[in-house]
T-cell receptor, first 116, second 116 residues
Framework: AQSVTQPDIHITVSEGASLELRCNYS??????LFWYVQSPGQGLQLLLK??????LVQGIKGFEAEFKRSQSSFNLRKPSVHWSDAAEYFC??????????????FGTGTRLKVLA | EAGVAQSPRYKIIEKRQSVAFWCNPI?????LYWYQQILGQGPKLLIQ????????DSQLPKDRFSAERLKGVDSTLKIQPAKLEDSAVYLC??????????????FGPGTRLTVL
């Protein structure tokens, strides 16, 4: 069955440090992959997406992610974290469903805390 | 461009009461989604509309949840009667179409429901 695993529930980093959030997926076909960020009391905002092509994807707010098919991973990275990056991050895989629709399956999220 | 609008933002009810949430998608978006996000979990798709037709409601608890999208624009999600386990954030999202590769979903701010 299709699934998304985010093994780290919480991550704490110091401001200015680098960041990597892990995401592993299970899907039999070529996946469409997404990273969303959710600030407290807010909806989800798309950071970046991967459909095909270059496996290193650049997103907004200085984030990037790398698709590794052999590892079924789509890890999110940022070279220098800012205090405003504190939020919850969700990885999602887009799959075609039996009904012919296309929908997202989300991971359980990683809550990022940034120390001043 | 206006985003996805949802109301109310917060709702507190007693168990066995009924509640309704409203969503206005981005203008021109044919596909509308309702997600349930329980604390500590990722969003889970409840129902997906294409225009005013349901294309996927496989995870909607139909004995108590109902949703409609009259005229293919606004949508309402109802819970009747509510249970304690329905406490969650209900997110609405919309996209241009569900069949395209580039069908980024745009999320509203959500409605936080607390059932006492």
């Amino acid at each position: 069955a299709q699934s998304v695993t985010q093994p780290d529930i919480h991550i704490t980093v110091s401001e200015g440090a680098s960041l990597e959030l892990r995401c592993n997926y299970s899907y039999g076909a070529t996946p469409y992959l997404f990273w969303y960020v959710q600030s407290p009391g807010q909806g989800l905002q798309l950071l970046l997406k991967y459909f095909s092509g270059d496996t290193l994807v650049q997103g907004i707010k200085g984030f990037e992610a790398e698709f590794k098919r052999s590892q079924s991973s789509f890890n999110l990275r940022k070279p220098s974290v800012h205090w405003s990056d504190a939020a919850e991050y969700f990885c999602a895989v887009g799959v075609f469903w039996a009904s012919g629709t296309y929908k997202y399956i989300f991971g359980t999220g990683t809550r990022l805390k940034v120390l001043a | 461009e206006a985003g996805v609008a949802q109301s109310p933002r917060y709702k507190i009810i007693e168990k066995r009461q009924s509640v309704a949430f409203w969503c206005n998608p981005i203008s021109g978006h044919a596909t509308l989604y309702w997600y349930q996000q329980i604390l500590g979990q990722g969003p889970k798709l409840l129902i997906q509309f294409q225009n005013n037709g349901v294309v996927d409601d496989s995870q909607l608890p139909k004995d108590r949840f109902s949703a409609e999208r009259l005229k293919g624009v606004d949508s309402t999600l109802k819970i009747q009667p509510a249970k304690l386990e329905d406490s969650a954030v209900y997110l609405c999202a919309s996209s241009l179409t569900s069949g395209s590769s580039y069908n980024e979903q745009f999320f509203g701010p959500g409605t936080r429901l607390t059932v006492l």
